[in-house]
Nanobody, 115 residues
Framework: QVQLVESGGGLVQPGGSVRLSCAAS????????MGWHRQAPGKQRELVAS???????IYADSVKGRFTISGDNAKKRVYLQMNSLKPEDTAVYYC?????????WGQGTQVTVSS
């Protein structure tokens, strides 16, 4: 079993920046991918960015050039630096980890972009 704990988030003005962090614990040895999804009110959960243990990275088109994902593979931590934030980035952001085909989720952290 894997537990994920997120930190960061909050209220930020348009154009601002926020950094999210996620730490995995439990049976983390075979985690091969970690990342972030988000869910806005009334919308489906969507991929934001992911990173594999080998360093392969995927970004959603909507965040390319503004968000940067990074990770510490040994410690199974993942970070999301979000710059040039827009109101449409407002959502609950969920950390997730992929282990042997099973996907584990954190509890989510709210990011609100508003003036």
């Amino acid at each position: 079993q894997v537990q994920l704990v997120e930190s960061g988030g909050g209220l930020v003005q348009p154009g601002g920046s926020v950094r999210l962090s996620c730490a995995a614990s439990g049976s983390i040895f075979s985690i091969y991918e970690m990342g972030w999804h988000r869910q806005a009110p009334g919308k489906q959960r969507e991929l934001v960015a992911s990173i594999t243990s080998g360093g392969a990275i995927i970004y959603a088109d909507s965040v390319k050039g503004r968000f940067t994902i990074s990770g510490d593979n040994a410690k199974k931590r993942v970070y999301l630096q979000m710059n040039s934030l827009k109101p449409e980035d407002t959502a609950v952001y969920y950390c997730n980890a992929n282990q042997g085909g099973l996907r584990f989720w954190g509890q989510g952290t709210q990011v609100t972009v508003s003036s």
